[in-house]
């Protein structure tokens, strides 16, 4: 790969991983409102007039590692205590799951009324930096495709 070619790809590299901080510092404050609200709930239970129900939908970021570089995903969970029960008593295995993945179409559906405010505002944020990631990464593809392709077309002419 040439010189231009390999900064570029360098550059890319870095912005990705910088978008990646950012879309974790949202992740994270999207967490402490969303844990400070539940505690809220769970704190006036013993209250009449409150009919809030706590939270179970929530983000996180996952990283899959790649050959050449790594693709950032954010990914809705919904986390409930119960699926570590259920998941033990299913089978013999001892691994303990405490979320199950969400579609993100069924983020409304899945997620109680205070919530989905939450995750509009959170969508409202990071939407822009899920887009310039996945762009990135795009691009990183491309390059790193004219890259295979140059290493072939000098295998064959040699």
Same mark, same amino acid.
């Given at each position: ?68 570089? &790594?693709?950032? !995903? #954010? =990914? ?12 033990? +008593?299913? *089978? &013999?295995?001892? !691994? #303990? =799951? ?12 899945? +997620?109680? *009324?205070?919530?989905?405010? #939450? ?20 691009? #990183? ?18």
């Amino acid at each position: 790969m040439n010189q231009d070619a390999f900064e570029v790809r360098q550059y890319l590299t870095d912005k990705k991983d910088d978008l990646a901080l950012k879309l974790d510092s949202l992740v994270d404050g999207y967490w402490g409102v969303w844990r400070d609200i539940n505690r809220q709930i769970i704190s006036q239970a013993a209250n009449p007039d409150r009919t809030d129900k706590v939270g179970k939908v929530a983000p996180s970021i996952r990283i899959y590692q790649t050959k050449n570089h &790594n693709r950032v !995903t #954010l =990914r809705w969970r919904i986390y409930e205590n119960s699926w570590a029960r259920l998941n033990v +008593a299913k *089978s &013999n295995k001892q !691994t #303990l =799951r405490y979320a199950k993945e969400l579609k993100r179409n069924k983020l409304v559906k899945n +997620a109680e *009324s205070w919530e989905v405010s #939450l995750i509009d505002e959170f969508l409202i944020k990071a939407e822009p930096i899920i887009t310039l990631i996945n762009m990135i990464h795009q691009s #990183l593809k491309l390059l790193n495709n004219t890259k295979t392709l140059e290493t072939e077309e000098i295998q064959n002419a040699e």
